[in-house]
């Protein structure tokens, strides 16, 4: 079972800083697609502010209910994963309500060192494992150092060609769900 949270808040701004993000239009249609894509149970943004969880809220009911539901039949879809949380705490009771189980965390990043956990050792435990686990991106300049800390694993970051790692977090975490859910 595969759960991704796409955190706001707390991460890193570039001068290290931890901040609270503004949610984004297309990370929730480009990610939610590609969650869809590969079977992702539900796909989390996490966001403290109200004023941002309004707007998320707003732009989910255009998908889901409004103009676009009509419009586009298969982002609706892929849209109805979509939940929104104050904090990554509430998503791991959520997903305990859900499962009865604890998720294992996953934390993400370009520049993650450390106790990586190789894309084909998730891979293996998400197929062998009975557990629900959590794949939690970060916004911005990356995840904030506690979110980090207390994070199960660490997945090891995306190789680059000539040792450019910079993309974008939904072509991050497309990139990551096609690595460890294809056979």
């Not at 502010?49 to 103009?67: C, D, F, P, T, V």
């Not at 959520?94 to 294992?104: A, L, S, V």
Request: aromatic share 8%.
């Amino acid at each position: 079972m595969l759960y991704i949270a796409l955190l706001h808040y707390p991460v890193k701004n570039k001068a290290g800083e931890i901040v609270t993000t503004s949610v984004v239009n297309m990370d929730f249609h480009d990610i939610a697609r590609a969650a869809k894509t590969y079977g992702v149970q539900a796909f989390f943004i996490v966001n403290p502010l109200e004023a941002q969880k309004k707007l998320a809220s707003e732009i989910l009911r255009h998908w889901q209910e409004g103009y676009g539901s009509l419009f586009n039949q298969k982002r609706k879809d892929a849209l109805t994963l979509v939940r929104l949380q104050d904090k990554l705490c509430d998503v791991v009771e959520e997903i305990i309500n859900e499962t009865g189980k604890k998720p294992k965390t996953v934390a993400t990043g370009a520049s993650l060192a450390g106790r990586n956990l190789k894309h084909s050792e998730l891979k293996k435990k998400l197929k062998n494992d009975k557990l629900p686990y959590l794949l939690i991106f970060g916004t911005d300049s990356g995840l904030a150092p506690e979110i980090i800390e207390e994070a199960d694993f660490i997945l090891e970051p995306i190789e680059g060609v000539e040792g450019y790692n910079h993309l974008a977090v939904r072509s991050a975490a497309a990139v990551i769900l096609d690595r460890i859910t294809r056979d």
